[in-house]
């Protein structure tokens, strides 16, 4: 997958939620997180950059729970005149392919590029696709978020691993009322 395209950058926006809120993120960790997505070049972040982009991905977990696509859709808005630019071209100076931006310039916090490439790629989804971009883990025990762009019916887990955990759950509780 294109490392610009709408559906990668909502990828990376879960990927990295999932690194940022259940894991103990550090610079690397996290550099290592965005260059498994395609960011390339030197990746120097602080830990003040990781604490800053900790309270993105908590300002993105609230459109992951989102119960419609309107509410979805005004959270989105929020973050969008909250996060966003007018949208601009960049190649990096020649280094990448030309790809659309949202963030203030090249050089912006990490943190500021992160909440504002994740929203505008979960906006267009939304848009696109007619529904909720990503969500959480309907599994008591996990949580995580998730990107379902499938066409299908929605997706309720992060993985077939929750999925059947619950469905075993279900089962053994109702073997139980037996």
Request: charged share 25%; glycine share 6%.
């Amino acid at each position: 997958m294109e490392a610009h395209s709408t559906k990668a950058m909502a990828a990376r926006a879960v990927a990295l939620c999932e690194a940022l809120l259940w894991e103990e993120p550090t610079p690397g960790s996290i550099a290592a997180v965005l260059r498994a997505h395609g960011e390339r070049g030197p990746l120097e972040l602080s830990p003040g950059d990781v604490a800053a982009m900790r309270t993105a991905a908590r300002r993105l977990m609230e459109l992951f729970a989102a119960p419609s696509m309107d509410e979805a859709a005004r959270l989105l808005n929020r973050l969008l005149s909250g996060a966003a630019r007018p949208p601009r071209l960049t190649d990096h100076g020649g280094t990448t392919t030309w790809h659309l931006h949202v963030d203030r310039d090249d050089d912006a916090p990490w943190a500021e590029w992160f909440l504002a490439s994740s929203a505008m790629a979960m906006a267009v989804l939304l848009a696109d696709h007619q529904r909720v971009p990503a969500g959480l883990c309907a599994s008591v025990s996990c949580g995580r978020p998730f990107l379902d762009t499938s066409g299908g019916s929605p997706r309720r887990y992060c993985s077939p691993r929750c999925a059947t955990r619950e469905r075993v759950a279900a089962h053994r509780a109702a073997a139980r009322e037996l």
